[in-house]
């Protein structure tokens, strides 16, 4: 390596700020061709939450268009959500839900009008906190109404108006009325508003029932009537998505059984679909339903994926506890599975394909892969479950591939289960730190090779910055580089509206007009418009990197479910006021010796000091006495401003017989990364003496003198892909650099036949927290250049970034 510095040095002594950088030497032999890169890489998961679908992809701008919202999703959400009355002059009004011989059974609500005195009135939608339109744009609003008890005129006016009752828009609809009808019009707005209302009137007086009150854009993906938002299907269509995954996610198995996501619930007549509550916190019209899924997938060229559940509730949202189908009543669920198969594949005259058909499509989806279940739990009642699906669904459909799910966490506790079912794939899920993400970047490469195809079904790091996009990018080399046994990859969540989200980080937020591409999005796009059909044989050695960012000196002591008394604070020798620090978590009292914390309930109290010291090196010491068993008491250091990040320290873990060792997103955030770890032998009652010593360099934790868990603050590794595009004959490198210098690579070329002059550079990056926003969404994306090549050229990988180099070069 002292060589390369030496070569690399002279060559780079023009570039003045590249003295004693960073660099690397990466070598590849072009002739020798590595494995073949997975032809379902790189895809998309899509669940129905922030708001994904409904408020989202599925273009309706009314909010609970049929009455049928719930407070099971929210105790706000009455029937009566989003909707209020409109009284003009002297008329009276009163909204209230009706149930009588309702649209139709799958549709009980709707909404009724009294409407009595004189003057106009009637009734007013609120949209997703109001409605977008824009100038000249065309708009198709649709009801169904009846009138009873009905004197005067019964046309309705329907409109969109501001505020303040400005009408920008107008139009008339037949008259109704005394059974159910279905009316429809055309709404122009005459000009650009984020917040109008629907609002729809009467003269007439009586009682009106509404139901399925809809307004479109007629400007939809592919112009479809009632279709998609383009913006956002466009924003997917840039990724070039192989497959999309669909509908969830947590809400594909429910919290209970009745809310598990029933496919046949959400095809045909959008008016006669069975809505639910969705366990995110609202509600699902599933107006984009299983016909408009295949369909998606049909437009972008993906493979559709759909999760079928198989038979148990979700563990994380079935509160009252995990529900499961009887296994006398399970057949009704695999026959669903079969059914869903054959309404994608079946001929137009099966049973299944005439429904299809019958929504406008004759022709088969195509569907080749199912999933079964998603994430589940690693129970008895899985065991029992899964296996009856698979046999089910082999025997009448040996040509769909089967994908399983490994269970929660990266841990993949099912994976081996998945391979004695002969499964194609199975789905393993992870939300980590960044950190997380650059550590295990040679995750795969040690993967049993006889056992089932990876589909990492949902995965992201923490955070929108390019921080975590490089990390994201850096797993991605690892997986290119296990392209024969990763098969599929999706970020999730996809995507959030503003305002109405329940999870972040998501890779595309949106509101009502405008979508933002966050750096995590770019990173896909790189990775998926660039990835090539096969890998190609390399080395790769970088030197001198920088050390990671110095751990801010902050500390901070709590407990895990244990009382403890903190005593004799004191940083590098001078002693610490505990009185002085912010109780951040749980309930401390301050004593004349110190800190006590009563309450064995509590998990993850902390009290912090107040601000981070400053200095390179320091020793925190502390006395501390875990009265109750508990699972420890936690010291934590190196939290930023806002209470984010860091270590702790958990002393005494599994009942005082582990230390754990931490790195964490929040203090008490369930995402966390140990980094080391080791037996302990501590009896509650017993008073130890704590220290943490912490250099920039490394961490030492010790108990009474001697050091029982070390950590070294290790740069991490730049990450690089080489793969080869046989269309286009390309060499393709993907060069990550998560480090704040840049990094000067010799790049050397063996094996070529011929090799342009010049090739291709797209960078992405810019600082390590910058990320986009609605402000500046251009902030942080991909540039393009042109750089001169030949077979040993020297490229400087700019700090904080991800390049992609494509090299016209033929190999033998
Ligand atoms: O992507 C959000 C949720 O994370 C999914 O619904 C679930 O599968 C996972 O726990």
């Known amino acids: 390596m002292t060589l ?28 020798q061709r590595g494995v073949d890169l997975s032809p379902h890489l790189y895809g998309l998961f899509f669940e129905d939450i922030n708001y994904g679908a409904d408020g989202g992809l599925y273009a309706e701008l009314v909010q609970n268009r049929s009455f049928e919202y719930h407070p099971r999703s929210k105790p706000e959400h009455t029937a009566l959500y989003a909707w209020q009355p409109v009284a003009r ?9 009706g149930t009588a011989d309702p649209l139709n059974p799958n549709n009980p609500h709707y909404l009724d009008l009294a409407l009595g005195g004189r003057g106009v009135g009637g009734a007013a939608n609120l949209g997703f906190n109001g409605i977008a339109v824009t100038a000249k744009a065309s708009y198709d609003v649709a009801l ?80 479809r009537k009632y279709g998609l938002r383009k913006d956002l299907v466009q924003t997917l269509a840039d990724l070039a998505p192989k497959f999309l995954r669909f509908p969830g996610g947590c809400i594909a198995h429910g919290a209970g059984l009745a809310n598990a996501y029933r496919w046949k619930d959400t095809v045909g007549d959008i008016a006669e679909r069975k809505p639910n509550w969705n366990l995110w916190g609202y509600h699902q019209t599933y107006g984009l339903g299983y016909f408009e899924y295949f369909q998606l997938c049909a437009d972008l060229g993906a493979q559709p994926l759909p999760v079928v559940p198989v038979g148990v509730s979700c563990g994380f949202h079935s509160g009252g506890g995990v529900q499961c189908v009887p296994m006398d009543d399970l057949q009704e669920h695999i026959q669903d599975a079969l059914d869903l198969i054959e309404f994608a594949n079946g001929p137009a005259d099966s049973r299944w394909g005439s429904v299809r058909a019958r929504m406008g499509r004759t022709e088969p989806f195509g569907l080749r892969y199912l999933c079964l279940g998603n994430e589940e739990h690693d129970t008895p009642e899985f065991h029992e479950r899964f296996p009856r699906f698979v046999r089910a669904l082999r025997e009448a ?12 966490s990266a841990n993949i506790p099912l994976y081996d289960f998945m391979h004695r079912q002969g499964v194609y794939s199975s789905d393993e899920h992870y939300y980590e730190l960044p ?22 079904g949902e995965y992201a790091s923490w955070n929108n910055t390019v921080f975590s996009a490089l990390a994201e990018a850096a797993y991605l080399t690892g997986i290119e580089r296990n392209g024969d046994l990763v098969d599929m990859t999706a970020y999730a969540p996809l995507l959030a509206r503003t305002d109405f989200t329940q999870w972040t980080p998501d890779l595309i937020y949106f509101d009502a007009r405008r979508v933002l591409r966050t750096v995590n999005y770019y990173t896909q796009q790189l990775f998926s418009h660039h990835k090539g059909d096969h890998t190609v044989a390399h080395t790769f050695r970088a030197e001198g990197l920088p050390p990671r960012d110095p751990v801010p000196a902050r500390f901070g002591l709590g ?15 001078r002693p610490l006021d505990l009185a002085t620090w912010a109780h951040a978590a749980g309930t401390f009292s301050a004593t004349a010796a110190g800190l006590e914390q009563t309450d064995a309930s509590l998990a993850h109290t902390l009290a912090l000091a107040p601000i981070a010291a400053p200095g390179e090196r320091h020793l925190f010491q502390v006395r501390a006495r875990r009265a109750t068993s508990g699972d420890g008491l936690l010291v934590l250091f190196g939290a930023d401003s806002a209470g ?40 509650a009652d017993d008073w130890l003496d704590l220290e943490v010593d912490l250099t920039p ?78 402000e500046q969404p251009d902030q942080v994306r991909p540039l393009e250049s042109i750089i001169p090549v030949s077979s040993d050229f020297i490229h400087t990988v700019p700090a904080w970034s991800l390049q992609v180099v494509r090299i016209p070069a033929f190999a033998p």
């Open 4 to 31: 390369l510095r030496s070569a690399l040095l002279l060559v780079c002594s023009a570039l003045p700020h590249l003295h004693a950088a960073p660099v690397a030497d990466l070598h590849i032999e072009l002739n």
């Open 397 to 408: 459909h040996p040509e769909i591939r089967l994908i399983g799910n490994s269970g929660l």
């Open 644 to 683: 984010m990040g860091g270590y702790v320290w958990q002393v005494g873990a599994e009942g005082g017989r582990r230390h754990t060792l931490h790195q964490v997103r929040a203090y008490d955030h369930w995402s966390r990364m140990e980094v080391a770890s080791a037996r302990a032998d501590l009896l």
């Open 89 to 97: 002059e002297n008329a009276d009004v009163k909204l209230s839900i």
């Open 435 to 456: 950190e997380w993400f650059l550590r295990h970047q040679r995750r795969f490469d040690s993967f049993d090779r006889t056992k089932p195809k990876i589909f990492v």
């Open 559 to 573: 407990t895990f479910k244990s009382t403890t008394t903190f005593t004799q604070a004191s940083l590098n020798g």
């Open 697 to 774: 360099e490394r961490v030492r934790c010790r108990v009474g003198g001697v050091t029982v868990l070390e950590h070294v603050f290790t740069p991490y590794e730049p990450a690089v892909s080489v793969t080869y595009d046989r269309a286009t004959s390309e060499l393709i490198l993907k060069l990550v650099n998560p480090h704040p210098e840049p990094l000067a690579t010799r790049v050397r070329l063996d094996g070529a036949r011929s090799l342009a002059a010049r090739g291709r550079l797209i960078t992405l990056g810019s600082s390590r927290d910058a990320q986009n926003t609605f």
């Open 144 to 223: 169904f109404g009846r009138i009873a008890s009905w004197t005067g005129d019964s046309t309705l006016t329907v409109a969109l108006e501001l505020a303040d009752g400005t009408r920008i828009a107008t139009t008339r609809l037949d008259p109704l009325d005394n059974t159910w009808a279905r009316r429809e019009g055309v709404l122009i707005a005459d000009r650009t508003a984020d917040d109008a209302r629907l609002v729809i009137t009467t003269t007439g007086r009586g009682m009106l029932s509404l139901d399925m009150v809809s307004l479109f854009p007629q400007d939809t993906w592919r112009g």
